[in-house]
């Protein structure tokens, strides 16, 4: 038995990359929808690549609020595999994905007639405006397909399937591109065309989705009909995942609002530096993917011991990996800036923000852990409460490197302040046993 400690790790090191690295395989691929279409739409000109700045930040939004659909799904589903109860697992998906199409419906219906105002709250220019209308107009018809790609991945998460996300994601950029091509290029249908090639995709991508789905419901005899206790639930299950996320968004937006207050060449280093965390945070985020599905399935279980034990592996591998990162961070930053820009003010602003980016990435590991555990132990009410906490604790240091000048390190230290709180908040809870609460429900 003296080995048995390192076989158990072993054990939740497979489960855990099982799941993480299609995970992240898929969180890297979908970027890569609206990139292809700056890569073909850049061609056409600046005002076009312009409009699709503006109608891709106002999408990003829509779709970013509506990320506990697959978050919420995730938890739902995976505490239902975990006690065992198959069928209603599957029920539970399909809720979700049927909330994922009220919601779709409802933003069209909303967003349509306010389309101008829309991109105008994003500050476009005569010249961008037009062609931001024309994309977010056809986009917003995409809107009910690309929730239900959510809904549908967190379904399939919830079933610790992370691989089929991954194909569908490939899928679905690559069907993206060639309707880009054809239509922008070889059509001539400008701006208009990428925007429905990117809709198709994703309605496509949505099909498959439904199609498995639909094949689960019907290997295990689950109901697919809308059930309005079902929606109300995951509603509900929802709406602590919709504030947290708000809390997190209005961070994003005040952090590269007070960049551009600052001047030029803070805006440009902070948006390169935003960009590298953010690579990295895709793959935090994988392992916080896997502990969602794999938390949700010991809870279901009834399995506390399970996921005490689980819990603290990755929280290990969060360290582990942020550690490395921050490495790699310091080891390629004397070069890194120059990749980017020749102004030397730009690089010597990114030299100073990547050592901060570096130092953070040991504690950033461990809150996307930590964050992901508690999503999939469907604690929403607390991340909801403790991510407005920590929000309103880095909006005062942020406001004050604007008021005071203090520069762009300092804002950076602000970011690093909002980390520490969420480390603290989120490790509190995780010490105590009030958020593992058992059974298929919670």
Known sequence: MIGSPR???????????????????????????????????????????????VAGQALATLVYLCVFLAYGTTAGVARQVGAGDLPAAIRQGIDGMWLALVIGLVLIAAGWPFVSGIVDLFGASASVA????T??????????????????????????DTRTPLYVSIGGFTL???LNVLFVIVLDWGIAGSAWGTVIAQTGSAAVYVAVVLRAARRHGAPVRPDAAGLRTSATAGLGLLLRTAALRVVLIVGTSIAA??????????????????????????????????????????????TRAVTRRMVVWGIACGVVFGLAILAVRPWLPA????????RDLLLGSLLLIALLQPVAGVVFVLDGILIGAG??????????????VFLPAALAAHWTDAGLLWLWAAIGLWMVTRLLTLGLRARGDRWMVTGAVR
């Open 135 to 160: 994309y977010l107009r056809v986009s917003l018809l995409g809107i009910p397909s690309m929730l239900i790609v959510l809904a549908g991945t967190g379904v399939l998460r919830g079933l610790q």
């Open 379 to 392: 604690d929403g009410a607390y991340l909801a409460v403790t991510t407005l906490l920590a929000t309103l």
């Open 261 to 306: 207050r600052m001047g030029d060449p803070e805006i440009a280093a902070y948006q390169v530096g935003f960009q590298i965390w953010t690579l990295l945070a895709f793959a935090l985020d994988a392992i916080a993917i896997a502990g969602q599905a794999i938390t949700g399935r010991h809870l279901g279980a009834s399995d506390v011991a399970g």
């Open 130 to 133: 037009p062609f931001a209308e």
């Open 7 to 53: 076989r158990r790790a072993s054990g939740h090191d497979r489960e855990i990359l099982r799941l993480a690295i299609p995970a992240f395989g898929a969180l890297v691929a979908e970027p890569l929808f609206l990139l292809s279409d700056s890569a073909i739409i850049g061609h056409l000109g600046t005002a076009q690549l312009g409009g699709l700045g």
């Open 339 to 346: 990749l980017f820009t020749s102004d030397e003010d730009v």
């Open 176 to 178: 993206n591109l060639v």
